[in-house]
């Protein structure tokens, strides 16, 4: 019993002392390091302002967007570019509101590294994309429209060139601006299907006439290859 007795009051001792040495302790707060999302952004765009010099004989942005699918070359590696960069900055967008990586990926290292947020949400984009333009194409060369794949890489790079430079103002203002996260969700949420809308008009009314030619192929294009990979990222990365 008298040890008993003697635990507690020195329990009770160093809990005091500790009480008092905590509160006169200066916390310091870590600095978030987000170098990497600045080299992202500068390479975005040093990678465009390569890309319209040398692939597009030095045009501006306004020529770029306005040219005609008969006076462009290098579609291909123009809409690799755009693709990858649109990857990228999404990782980096999306990474800040993922719950958590999944532990199956987790548990996974490579000489003690694992896969941290942005790793993973750039993992699963890029199977996402890679899945979905395999799919594409496949779903073109099955109805024998297999020709309009050059014009559905003229245009989609276009229309994702456009909206890499708003996901560069998205990713700036996330990471460099005192924000509401919960808020910004709700408005990233909301613009999803304001995009997913005026990507479909675009197509739709646009004069290279990239979507199949009969009704019922376009309605299956929008189902099969638009509307359930979105159901399928989201499912994969918020739970």
């Keep these: 019993m008298r040890k008993d007795k003697v635990f507690r009051e020195l329990s009770f001792i160093a809990l005091k002392y500790y009480d008092t040495f905590a509160k006169n302790i200066p916390l310091i707060r870590l600095a978030e390091n987000n170098d990497w999302v600045?080299?992202?952004?500068?390479?975005?765009?040093?990678?465009?302002v390569l890309m319209l010099m040398y692939l597009h004989?030095?045009?501006?942005?306004?020529?770029?967007?306005?040219?005609?699918?008969?006076?462009?070359?290098n579609v291909l590696p123009t809409w690799l570019i755009v693709s990858v960069i649109n990857c990228l900055l999404l990782a980096a967008l999306i990474s800040q509101y993922i719950p958590i990586v999944p532990r199956l990926v987790n548990n996974f290292s490579i000489l003690g590294n694992s896969l941290n947020k942005f790793?993973?949400?750039?993992?699963?984009?890029?199977?996402?994309?890679?899945?979905?333009?395999?799919?594409t194409f496949l779903f073109y060369s099955s109805i024998g429209q297999d020709k309009k794949w050059k014009a559905v890489n003229f245009v989609a790079s276009r229309f994702y060139f456009v909206f890499s430079i708003f996901l560069m103002i998205a990713v700036l203002v996330n990471y460099y601006f005192p924000i509401d996260k919960h808020k910004a969700l709700q408005i990233f949420v909301a613009f999803v299907p304001l995009v997913f809308i005026f990507k479909n008009i675009f197509y739709s009314f646009n004069?290279?006439?990239?979507?199949?030619?009969?009704?019922?192929?376009?309605?299956?294009?929008i189902c099969t290859l638009q509307i359930a990979p979105m159901f399928a990222l989201w499912r994969v990365l918020f739970f």
């Excluded at 004989?57 to 020529?63: D, G, I, P």
């Excluded at 790793?119 to 799919?135: A, Q």
């Excluded at 004069?207 to 294009?221: F, G, Q, T």
């Design 119 to 135: 790793g993973f949400t750039l993992i699963v984009l890029s199977i996402f994309y890679f899945v979905k333009i395999v799919f």
């Design 57 to 73: 004989r030095e045009a501006t942005l306004k020529e770029f967007l306005s040219q005609q699918i008969s006076d462009t070359g």
């Design 207 to 221: 004069k290279n006439r990239i979507l199949p030619n009969e009704w019922y192929y376009k309605i299956l294009y």
């Design 38 to 48: 600045v080299l992202i952004l500068l390479g975005s765009i040093l990678a465009y």
